[in-house]
């Protein structure tokens, strides 16, 4: 018989038997709190850097509709990047996935760290350079960001923690008002996914308020969320 490879980590499992549904389980925590991340940046680059979402890829696609059909003086570039950023984004992410899955703290270390980093650049570049509706470098800052969130979107779906992709609401939504109690369904999750709204939220309000500063304050504190979110869970996920 073969040598067979051990079975790879189950981050949906914990030593006290608590699901990784469970809002408080450190992976649900850690997801939630990536997820009011995407607050913070989708905020930052729709209402900072020109009309464009770097982690919403569905508003991308119809900003880009809008602005293909001369509607509203919205931008075409701006989200073609966006988009293009994202899915190399995802296809790294997946590519973390496929050569760390099996190991879940190098993985997600290897993830944050690439997203932290590259959100570090953006702020960088934001920083030294002045970041203006058609300028070069706010082209870049849009690629840079919607690069990390298409990482941090793979990575969220690999760990596949109900509910939780961590950039997008939809599904979280349906689910919430489709399994409610109120329209005949078990409840199940409810708390889950009104958090994960929640968070989103207050994540673009947060955003919002840093951008009366500016922008580098607003992608600086996305990114230092990064750090902060790999610091405090890896120790919970190499236990």
């Known amino acids: 018989m ?15 038997g608590r699901p990784a549904g469970s809002v408080r389980h450190p992976l649900t925590l850690a997801l939630l709190a990536l997820t009011f991340t995407t607050g913070i940046v989708d905020a930052v680059s729709y209402l900072g850097l020109g009309r464009v979402f770097t982690a919403n890829m569905t508003g991308n696609v119809m900003l880009l509709g809008f602005g293909i059909a001369g509607s509203g003086g919205l931008p075409v570039l701006a989200p073609v990047i966006s988009l293009a950023s994202f899915l190399l984004g995802a296809g790294t992410g997946g590519l973390l996935a496929s050569k760390l899955g099996h190991r879940h703290a190098a993985h997600v270390s290897a993830a944050l760290t690439l997203q932290a980093s590259l959100m570090a650049a953006a702020t960088i570049i934001a920083a030294a350079t002045h970041v203006h509706t058609g300028s070069t470098s706010r082209a870049v800052v849009v690629g840079l960001l919607a690069f990390a969130m298409g990482v941090q ?4 779906r690999r760990l596949a923690v109900p509910d939780l ?48 500063v500016s922008v580098v304050l607003g992608l600086a504190s996305a990114g230092a969320l990064a750090l902060l979110i790999q610091a405090v869970y890896l120790p919970a996920a190499r236990r």
Do not use: N
Not at 2 to 16: C, E, I, K, V, Y
């Open 165 to 212: 992709p961590t950039t997008v609401l939809t599904q979280t939504l349906t689910g919430l008002a489709a399994d409610s109690r109120l329209f005949g369904g078990s409840g199940q999750g409810t708390t889950r996914r009104a958090i994960a709204v929640a968070a989103m939220l207050c994540g673009a309000v947060t955003g919002a308020l840093l951008l009366k």
């Open 153 to 156: 979107t793979a990575t969220a």
């Open 2 to 16: 073969g040598s067979t490879h051990p079975p790879a980590s189950d981050p949906s499992r914990s030593r006290q």
